[in-house]
């Protein structure tokens, strides 16, 4: 079962980019690694899915390094409206029903 | 196509009683799992339903049941309140495709137990 960790909080200013690093080094082979956003009183909500290498969609990308025992999202040029929790999610393969087990989220805070 | 939709939005319980929240997946998916969310634990996976059959659970008491009906509709009971129950309760669905498919989730249930 992947145990993943991540940051608490990060600080950045609007038009810089960020960088979020979620571990899991016990992540299995069929396994995917899927980030969300979450803000206040709301659900999360899906940003980037990867298995290994890069994914880029139109407001993130995904590293994802050839062990896959990490994996980094990156925000590029933040603005205010960025500021969220972030979490990493890895595991639970539709297919196989497994555990889905969230990072402790990590608390994006963009100042201007 | 609707969201996932969640009743009631918010809800206040005194301890010893039960409470039973409702979650209406997007129409099609299959696929419900439920969470548990409070400012120091982050988001905590309760279980998952599919097809009307439980095929994972989280590490929580037995307190916390769940049961998922034909419509794929899902409800989740917690008997015996204590006030560390209380949180956000979120559920979220998903369909086939590839890898994780994407969790869709609901606003949540907000329950206060006094």
């Known amino acids: 079962l992947a145990k993943t960790t991540q940051p608490v909080s990060m600080d950045s200013y609007e038009g810089q980019e960020v960088n979020i690093t979620c571990s899991h080094n016990?992540?299995?082979?069929?396994?995917?690694i899927t980030w969300y956003q979450q803000f206040p009183s709301q659900g999360p909500r899906f940003i980037i899915q990867g298995y290994k290498t890069k994914v880029t969609n139109e407001v993130a990308s995904l590293f994802i390094p050839a062990d896959r025992k990490s994996s980094t999202l990156s925000l590029p040029r933040v603005s205010l409206s960025d500021t969220a929790v972030y979490y990493c999610l890895v595991g639970g393969a539709y297919n196989q029903g497994g555990k889905l087990i969230f990072g402790q989220g990590t608390e994006l805070s963009v100042k201007p | 196509k609707a969201g996932v939709t969640q009743t009631p939005r918010y809800l206040i319980k005194t301890r010893g009683q039960q409470v039973t929240l409702s979650c209406s997946p997007i129409s099609g998916h299959r696929s419900v799992s439920w969470y548990q969310q409070t400012p120091g634990q982050g988001l905590q996976f309760l279980f998952e339903?599919?097809?009307?059959?439980?095929?994972n659970k989280g590490n929580f008491p037995g307190r916390f049941s769940g049961r998922q009906f034909s419509n794929s509709r899902s409800e989740m009971n917690v008997s015996t309140l204590e006030l560390g129950d209380s949180a956000l309760y979120l559920c979220?669905?998903?369909?086939?495709?590839?890898?994780?498919?994407?969790?869709?989730f609901g606003s949540g249930t907000q329950l206060s137990v006094l």
């Open positions: 979220a669905s998903r369909s086939r495709g590839q890898g994780n498919e994407k969790l869709f």
């Open positions: 016990n992540i299995a082979t069929n396994d995917y």
């Open positions: 339903y599919f097809s009307e059959t439980q095929r």
